[in-house]
């Protein structure tokens, strides 16, 4: 999985983080959490019309580079951002959970109007987006 650096910039009370590597690939929000919630997903959904159109994805940058190239500006943060995207193919996985989790699982999914698997898709989606490191 690629990995994207996104410069972090707050203006009052907004936040965002910009990732230089991908043209318009800008994500907002009232927090810092909300701000890089957003670039994931404008990251993903940039780099999946870039490669469904047969244009190859820039490698990302590294730090230094990001730090050399004058994008990071006056702002000393970053973040990782994950690029997950989807294959256009699902596959079946047989998993093992405790049975008091799968119920819970199956309570949440259904009040979200979700099948189990996106349920799990959606939340593995989440803890990786969230696994983004602050410099």
């Not at 256009?88 to 109007?113: H, M, P, S, W, Y």
Request: charged letters at 15%; a negative charge.
């Amino acid at each position: 999985m690629q990995r994207y650096f996104g410069v972090i910039d707050q203006n009052g009370e907004t936040w965002g983080v910009t990732i230089p590597d991908i043209a318009g690939a800008v994500g907002v929000g009232p927090s810092l959490v909300a701000a890089i919630d957003s670039a994931t997903i404008a990251l993903r959904e940039i780099a999946q019309h870039l490669v469904s159109g047969g244009y190859d994805l820039p490698a990302p940058s590294s730090l230094s580079d990001l730090r050399a190239s004058g994008e990071w500006g006056n702002t000393p943060a970053a973040v990782l951002i994950p690029l997950l995207l989807d294959s256009g193919r699902t596959v079946r996985a047989n998993l093992t959970f405790d049975a008091g989790l799968l119920a819970a699982i199956d309570q949440e999914a259904k009040l979200r109007g979700l099948t189990r698997s996106a349920f799990l898709a959606s939340a593995a989606r989440e803890k990786i987006g969230a696994g983004g490191a602050l410099s």
